[in-house]
């Protein structure tokens, strides 16, 4: 599998998503420079977690406009698979790649913790390693985390099945104690329509490694291996 | 007095009220016109101030900071430069250091934090090291004075969006509360950065004719009189005068960041320096002087972001994310085009020359022209008076009241502002970014991967001021014991350390003497156990109306784990282990936490520390953990062995039942008492043996301490705590008093 | 000229900063308080000195970067600069 | 009442927000856009109808809370809500 992954100015997952691609799939990703208009063929592109343009006015909102997006954005259109994490969620959602908003979190703190996920599908190609309902861990990070989108939104979302993870416990369940920063539906990542385009808050990439701790993010990338190589 | 103001008076000539203004004595002025040959102009008399004020000459505690170990094989560059260097083998190296930003937090909480973290930053990275971690050390008034919330709440907020938007995971750090800071807060920040060893950047600036360029922000009037302010004692007055705020712009550093790495990989830069307190007159002055070459400024070239800047002002801006460098002749194109990519402002401002003389010029005009030894070694150097703290009487264990219960005490002592969990701190740092951090924040030191190898580095910040107020010599030597501690304790090869010397007014003698004496126990210490001091900070005036807070001198110490599997951690893993304790007992109550919180006073002497029997309980220590024999390891600080035992199982999720304390001794001091050079460790039962003999042959005492399982922590006689109600203790106080108090 | 622009938060998007001031409010002992909510304000300037103009190029921005149309309103003044 | 009040840095503090709106506005093609400041925007209800002691309730309000003096400024409007 080929993967590219973008460089904004201040993005600062860019390494860390790198090294989780380049260990599941054994190739190292193209570093793909948001100036650049052109992106290598890829079969994967991914928009790294940080704080593009400092996350100055909205997070994700200047990362959206630049010259990049308008080829991840036609690349994405026609089929590319096309990763946001954290801040690449907030850069998907503002170049309307996904549906509703991420919003400052409900305690207004930034929090970094692990938190525990559903995984609503495991039919795609991000998920084929993971069993559906099973319950993952991931680390969060963010301030702008809280997923917002009106109830027409929600119901089409939930309704075509595009909710790709949600906030839960230990045992699964999907409560307001397991919710970390007052998403609505406690999604943490959602798809667009194909099941292409993920954004999701929490970093598979920070938990792809035993000595951090966890590999239950490497599964995501060994899915992406496994299905796009 | 504004700007404007200070120019016209100069057009009368400098008074003597100005020069006062400006924190320099009658008898400096005099030094500066004799060194200088001829009155100064306003901006060379901006230039002196900010050149001989405390904070960059250092002028009360040089001679006793020469006292200080700097010395090691693994030693690479000691203090001098921006950061300290130290071998971490295979060609790599460590660039640290830590600063204080005490009264900037103090004023503006949250910016004046946030910069503090960027100006360390690029301290590091200036040095051409990739910061990889951040700590920060924290002092806060007490719980219940009214500013002590907001100031909190600004500092976390301001650490945390700065190191996160950089990047750089925070990793860890100290907390403590107490009355004395409640005017005097103190904000110290760490960075550890990554460099090749064979390619650190320095600050001296050599060859003649070379430019010298800007790169980074425009320059406003920022924190002018910035570094002056640092140098000066608070009063009342001082909170209205409300200097212009430095704003921190951490985008901005990121770009920074990346471009200065970017141009160190080419063969461009002579000489690099961040432009922190006293900005462009500081970098210019002592890249030149470090180099021995002159320097000339023209100023009209340097990017400002306001209309009409005078020299005065541009010289003295604290302006951030700002950096000066002398480049190789013919590779400003490339720096350009470096810079440039990443948006940032880039001007030659200069070049060296070979008068030794900095020369800055603006709108046609000579605006100052100084001999560059008198900026740097002309300053005066003080040996100022200083009467030696009264050590206080060792405090015999039955003059300490028993507490009802042991176990009621520990409940306390958790949930206590002292000793409650720092989380609701943490988490707001991003702590994992980077993706190496192997140990988060929470155990004994941090540990974060040296990325792509097997090795990690520990790091962390040690204090404890309620020692350090009783005795200066004995509580620094404590420090530096308990920092070398807690790398110890995660299985590190403790290396060095950084330092950030707090204290109160030195022209008082009985500061000054606290001063001294926190230098010989530092010295003490960090000669006896080879951990030599290769950067640092002094941070003086820290007083208002008066009153100091206590001697503060927080080490900032780095260790090496050669192999990450070998790491050890404090959490309890495996019920059925045996759990011991290695180190002497002394039952040392004195100025211990269990004074303070339970009878809500602290007296008598702290605990000594005998640094041979901590060299030896350390290498026992780390010995064990390399040799696999070892489940869970803590250090025994704050709060003492029971303490120890609560935490270790609280990050495990285990239970402990614990043996009755052994007697004579009452049994509070033994589960309380504060004796140093010990840890609790945890092993399988069938290691106890071989962990005997190896103790027995380090001459470590060891004791048996109980064994883990359960849910609860079991004491013989009294009933038993369960981990859920020691866990709520100890968790719930920072964000309770947080939420509303 | 000059643009000054005030971005709002839909009504019934849910707006945590403005809750959290009107507790902290209350909290000081500003009883009266009822609702809060919190807005960005940004000052633009424009080399533009036709204002029809101006205007057209103020709306531009907000809708293409300043306002997240999704969850925000925006209002603007023009000034001559 | 109502108040709509901005806050906006104090001129000559930096403002890295607006900084940063602006590049990102000429990178836009918006090429006439000079100096950006970002602030803040409150709307605060006030139960009461005195318009003056409105006044009075608001600007200790900024005072103490809503604005940060050292660095900000702020200006306010009352309506009648
Ligand atoms: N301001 C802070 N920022 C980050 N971590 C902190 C801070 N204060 C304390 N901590 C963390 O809390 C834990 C306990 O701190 P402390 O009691 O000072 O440890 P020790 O006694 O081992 O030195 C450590 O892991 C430390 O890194
Ligand atoms: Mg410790």
């Given at each position: 599998?080929?993967?590219?992954?973008?460089?904004?100015?201040?993005?600062?997952?860019?390494?860390?998503?790198?090294?989780?691609?380049?260990?599941?799939?054994?190739?190292?990703?193209?570093?793909?420079?948001?100036?650049?208009?052109?992106?290598?063929?890829?079969?994967?592109?991914?928009?790294?977690?940080?704080?593009?343009?400092?996350?100055?006015?909205?997070?994700?909102?200047?990362?959206?406009?630049?010259?990049?997006?308008?080829?991840?954005?036609?690349?994405?259109?026609?089929?590319?698979?096309?990763?946001?994490?954290?801040?690449?969620?907030?850069?998907?959602?503002?170049?309307?790649?996904?549906?509703?908003?991420?919003?400052?979190?409900?305690?207004?703190?930034?929090?970094?913790?692990?938190?525990?996920?559903?995984?609503?599908?495991?039919?795609?190609?991000?998920?084929?390693?993971?069993?559906?309902?099973?319950?993952?861990?991931?680390?969060?990070?963010?301030?702008?985390?809280?997923?917002?989108?009106?109830?027409?939104?929600?119901?089409?979302?939930?309704?075509?099945?595009?909710?790709?993870?949600?906030?839960?416990?230990?045992?699964?369940?999907?409560?307001?104690?397991?919710?970390?920063?007052?998403?609505?539906?406690?999604?943490?990542?959602?798809?667009?329509?194909?099941?292409?385009?993920?954004?999701?808050?929490?970093?598979?990439?920070?938990?792809?490694?035993?000595?951090?701790?966890?590999?239950?993010?490497?599964?995501?990338?060994?899915?992406?291996?496994?299905?796009?190589? | 007095?504004?700007?404007?103001?200070?120019?016209?008076?100069?057009?009368?000539?400098?008074?003597?009220?100005?020069?006062?203004?400006?924190?320099?004595?009658?008898?400096?002025?005099?030094?500066?016109?004799?060194?200088?040959?001829?009155?100064?102009?306003?901006?060379?008399?901006?230039?002196?101030?900010?050149?001989?004020?405390?904070?960059?000459?250092?002028?009360?505690?040089?001679?006793?900071?020469?006292?200080?170990?700097?010395?090691?094989?693994?030693?690479?560059?000691?203090?001098?430069?921006?950061?300290?260097?130290?071998?971490?083998?295979?060609?790599?190296?460590?660039?640290?250091?830590?600063?204080?930003?005490?009264?900037?937090?103090?004023?503006?909480?949250?910016?004046?934090?946030?910069?503090?973290?960027?100006?360390?930053?690029?301290?590091?990275?200036?040095?051409?090291?990739?910061?990889?971690?951040?700590?920060?050390?924290?002092?806060?008034?007490?719980?219940?004075?009214?500013?002590?919330?907001?100031?909190?709440?600004?500092?976390?907020?301001?650490?945390?969006?700065?190191?996160?938007?950089?990047?750089?995971?925070?990793?860890?750090?100290?907390?403590?509360?107490?009355?004395?800071?409640?005017?005097?807060?103190?904000?110290?920040?760490?960075?550890?950065?990554?460099?090749?060893?064979?390619?650190?950047?320095?600050?001296?600036?050599?060859?003649?004719?070379?430019?010298?360029?800007?790169?980074?922000?425009?320059?406003?009037?920022?924190?002018?009189?910035?570094?002056?302010?640092?140098?000066?004692?608070?009063?009342?007055?001082?909170?209205?005068?409300?200097?212009?705020?430095?704003?921190?712009?951490?985008?901005?550093?990121?770009?920074?960041?990346?471009?200065?790495?970017?141009?160190?990989?080419?063969?461009?830069?002579?000489?690099?320096?961040?432009?922190?307190?006293?900005?462009?007159?500081?970098?210019?002055?002592?890249?030149?002087?470090?180099?021995?070459?002159?320097?000339?400024?023209?100023?009209?070239?340097?990017?400002?972001?306001?209309?009409?800047?005078?020299?005065?002002?541009?010289?003295?801006?604290?302006?951030?994310?700002?950096?000066?460098?002398?480049?190789?002749?013919?590779?400003?194109?490339?720096?350009?085009?470096?810079?440039?990519?990443?948006?940032?402002?880039?001007?030659?401002?200069?070049?060296?020359?070979?008068?030794?003389?900095?020369?800055?010029?603006?709108?046609?005009?000579?605006?100052?022209?100084?001999?560059?030894?008198?900026?740097?070694?002309?300053?005066?150097?003080?040996?100022?008076?200083?009467?030696?703290?009264?050590?206080?009487?060792?405090?015999?264990?039955?003059?300490?009241?028993?507490?009802?219960?042991?176990?009621?005490?520990?409940?306390?002592?958790?949930?206590?502002?002292?000793?409650?969990?720092?989380?609701?701190?943490?988490?707001?740092?991003?702590?994992?970014?980077?993706?190496?951090?192997?140990?988060?924040?929470?155990?004994d030191?941090?540990?974060?991967?040296?990325?792509?190898?097997?090795?990690?580095?520990?790091?962390?910040?040690?204090?404890?001021?309620?020692?350090?107020?009783?005795?200066?010599?004995?509580?620094?030597?404590?420090?530096?014991?308990e920092?070398?501690r807690n790398?110890?304790a995660?299985?590190?090869?403790?290396?060095?350390?950084?330092?950030?010397?707090?204290?109160?007014?030195?022209?008082?003698?009985?500061?000054?003497?606290?001063?001294?004496?926190?230098?010989?126990?530092?010295?003490?210490?960090?000669?006896?156990?080879?951990?030599?001091?290769?950067?640092?900070?002094?941070?003086?005036?820290?007083?208002?109306?008066?009153?100091?807070?206590?001697?503060?001198?927080?080490?900032?110490?780095?260790?090496?784990?050669?192999?990450?599997?070998?790491?050890?951690?404090?959490?309890?893993?495996?019920?059925?282990?045996?759990?011991?304790l290695l180190g002497a007992e002394?039952?040392h109550?004195?100025?211990?936490?269990?004074?303070?919180?339970?009878?809500?006073?602290?007296?008598?002497?702290?605990p000594?520390?005998?640094?041979?029997?901590?060299?030896?309980a350390?290498?026992?220590?780390?010995?064990?953990?390399?040799?696999?024999?070892?489940?869970?390891v803590h250090d025994v600080s704050d709060g003492g062995l029971l303490a120890a035992i609560?935490e270790m199982?609280?990050?495990?999720?285990?239970?402990?039942?614990?043996?009755?304390?052994?007697?004579?001794?009452?049994?509070?001091?033994?589960w309380f008492g504060e004796d140093q050079a010990r840890y609790v460790v945890?092993?399988?039962?069938?290691?106890?043996?071989?962990?005997?003999?190896?103790?027995?042959?380090?001459?470590?005492?060891?004791?048996?301490l109980?064994?883990?399982?359960?849910?609860?922590?079991?004491?013989?006689?009294?009933?038993?705590?369960?981990?859920?109600?020691?866990?709520?203790?100890?968790?719930?106080?920072?964000?309770?008093?947080?939420?509303?108090? | 000229?000059?643009?000054?622009?005030?971005?709002?938060?839909?009504?019934?998007?849910?707006?945590?900063?403005?809750?959290?001031?009107?507790?902290?409010?209350?909290?000081?002992?500003?009883?009266?308080?009822?609702?809060?909510?919190?807005?960005?304000?940004?000052?633009?300037?424009?080399?533009?000195?036709?204002?029809?103009?101006?205007?057209?190029?103020?709306?531009?921005?907000?809708?293409?970067?300043?306002?997240?149309?999704?969850?925000?309103?925006?209002?603007?003044?023009?000034?001559?600069?």
């Amino acid at each position: 599998m080929k993967a590219s992954v973008i460089v904004f100015p201040g993005s600062n997952c860019d390494r860390d998503a790198a090294v989780a691609l380049e260990a599941a799939t054994g190739q190292a990703p193209a570093m793909v420079w948001h100036g650049d208009s052109e992106i290598p063929a890829s079969d994967l592109i991914v928009l790294p977690g940080g704080f593009s343009y400092g996350d100055y006015l909205r997070s994700g909102a200047m990362a959206a406009h630049s010259p990049v997006m308008r080829e991840v954005v036609a690349r994405a259109r026609t089929g590319t698979p096309v990763l946001g994490i954290c801040n690449g969620f907030q850069i998907l959602t503002e170049a309307g790649l996904l549906p509703g908003v991420l919003m400052r979190n409900a305690t207004l703190k930034f929090v970094c913790r692990d938190v525990l996920l559903r995984v609503e599908r495991n039919d795609t190609a991000y998920t084929s390693r993971y069993a559906r309902g099973e319950v993952i861990r991931f680390p969060i990070a963010h301030k702008d985390g809280s997923y917002f989108a009106d109830d027409a939104t929600l119901d089409r979302l939930e309704g075509e099945g595009r909710v790709a993870f949600r906030y839960c416990n230990a045992t699964g369940e999907v409560t307001q104690a397991a919710n970390p920063n007052g998403s609505r539906h406690n999604i943490a990542g959602i798809y667009n329509e194909t099941g292409t385009v993920l954004g999701l808050m929490p970093h598979p990439e920070r938990l792809a490694d035993p000595a951090l701790g966890g590999t239950d993010g490497a599964n995501m990338f060994l899915s992406l291996a496994e299905t796009l190589h | 007095m504004n700007i404007a103001a200070h120019a016209a008076r100069a057009a009368e000539g400098i008074t003597p009220e100005i020069v006062a203004e400006h924190g320099l004595s009658a008898n400096e002025y005099k030094l500066l016109v004799a060194a200088l040959g001829r009155e100064p102009s306003l901006t060379e008399l901006g230039i002196f101030s900010v050149m001989w004020s405390e904070h960059c000459s250092y002028k009360s505690s040089k001679i006793w900071l020469k006292k200080l170990p700097t010395e090691g094989p693994q030693v690479i560059q000691g203090p001098g430069e921006n950061a300290g260097v130290v071998d971490l083998g295979d060609g790599q190296a460590a660039v640290f250091k830590m600063e204080s930003h005490n009264h900037p937090s103090y004023i503006e909480p949250y910016q004046g934090a946030a910069t503090g973290v960027g100006g360390i930053m690029r301290d590091v990275f200036t040095m051409g090291a990739r910061p990889i971690a951040n700590m920060n050390a924290l002092r806060f008034g007490a719980p219940d004075h009214p500013k002590t919330r907001h100031l909190v709440a600004g500092v976390v907020s301001g650490i945390g969006d700065y190191g996160n938007c950089m990047g750089v995971p925070t990793v860890g750090g100290e907390t403590n509360f107490d009355p004395r800071y409640n005017d005097n807060i103190l904000v110290n920040a760490m960075c550890v950065g990554l460099a090749d060893a064979g390619r650190i950047f320095k600050a001296a600036a050599k060859g003649i004719g070379h430019p010298v360029v800007y790169v980074g922000s425009k320059t406003g009037r920022d924190g002018i009189h910035g570094a002056t302010m640092a140098s000066a004692e608070f009063d009342d007055a001082s909170e209205e005068k409300r200097p212009t705020v430095q704003v921190g712009d951490p985008f901005t550093e990121k770009l920074l960041l990346e471009a200065c790495l970017e141009l160190m990989a080419e063969d461009a830069i002579v000489a690099i320096q961040d432009m922190g307190a006293a900005g462009l007159t500081s970098s210019s002055v002592e890249m030149a002087d470090k180099g021995g070459v002159g320097i000339e400024l023209e100023l009209d070239r340097v990017p400002t972001r306001e209309e009409g800047m005078t020299a005065y002002e541009m010289m003295l801006s604290e302006s951030q994310e700002r950096m000066l460098m002398i480049l190789k002749p013919g590779s400003e194109k490339a720096a350009e085009r470096v810079f440039r990519k990443w948006d940032l402002d880039f001007s030659i401002i200069g070049y060296t020359t070979d008068t030794g003389r900095l020369v800055v010029r603006h709108r046609g005009i000579v605006e100052a022209d100084i001999p560059l030894a008198s900026l740097a070694h002309a300053a005066p150097v003080y040996e100022r008076p200083w009467t030696k703290t009264e050590p206080q009487a060792t405090v015999a264990a039955e003059e300490v009241p028993a507490p009802n219960s042991q176990l009621g005490a520990l409940e306390r002592l958790v949930g206590s502002p002292h000793l409650s969990s720092r989380r609701w701190i943490w988490k707001q740092y991003d702590h994992m970014v980077m993706a190496d951090t192997v140990q988060r924040p929470g155990g004994d030191a941090a540990v974060v991967r040296v990325h792509g190898t097997g090795k990690g580095l520990a790091i962390s910040c040690d204090v404890t001021p309620r020692y350090c107020a009783a005795d200066p010599f004995e509580g620094a030597k404590q420090a530096v014991a308990e920092c070398w501690r807690n790398l110890t304790a995660v299985g590190a090869d403790p290396l060095a350390i950084t330092d950030c010397m707090n204290f109160g007014n030195p022209e008082r003698p009985e500061i000054m003497g606290e001063f001294a004496g926190a230098v010989e126990g530092m010295a003490a210490a960090c000669t006896a156990l080879s951990f030599p001091v290769v950067s640092g900070n002094v941070s003086l005036y820290n007083e208002t109306n008066g009153i100091a807070i206590p001697p503060t001198p927080a080490i900032g110490g780095i260790g090496l784990i050669p192999d990450i599997a070998t790491m050890a951690t404090l959490a309890l893993k495996r019920p059925g282990d045996v759990l011991m304790l290695l180190g002497a007992e002394a039952g040392h109550l004195g100025q211990s936490l269990y004074m303070q919180v339970m009878l809500n006073r602290s007296w008598g002497a702290p605990p000594p520390v005998d640094l041979e029997a901590e060299r030896r309980a350390g290498d026992l220590v780390r010995a064990l953990i390399r040799s696999g024999s070892l489940s869970a390891v803590h250090d025994v600080s704050d709060g003492g062995l029971l303490a120890a035992i609560a935490e270790m199982a609280l990050a495990g999720g285990h239970g402990v039942v614990l043996d009755a304390a052994p007697g004579p001794m009452p049994a509070h001091a033994i589960w309380f008492g504060e004796d140093q050079a010990r840890y609790v460790v945890a092993a399988r039962p069938d290691k106890a043996d071989a962990i005997h003999k190896a103790a027995a042959g380090a001459k470590v005492p060891l004791r048996l301490l109980g064994t883990i399982g359960g849910d609860a922590i079991r004491l013989d006689g009294e009933p038993p705590l369960p981990l859920a109600v020691v866990r709520a203790a100890h968790e719930d106080w920072l964000p309770r008093f947080m939420a509303h108090g | 000229m000059k643009a000054r622009i005030t971005i709002t938060l839909k009504p019934g998007v849910l707006d945590p900063q403005g809750k959290a001031i009107a507790g902290a409010l209350h909290a000081l002992g500003f009883g009266a308080v009822g609702n809060v909510r919190q807005g960005k304000y940004i000052e633009v300037e424009v080399a533009e000195s036709d204002p029809s103009r101006a205007r057209a190029e103020i709306e531009r921005m907000c809708e293409q970067l300043l306002a997240n149309t999704i969850i925000e309103n925006y209002a603007y003044e023009l000034e001559a600069a």
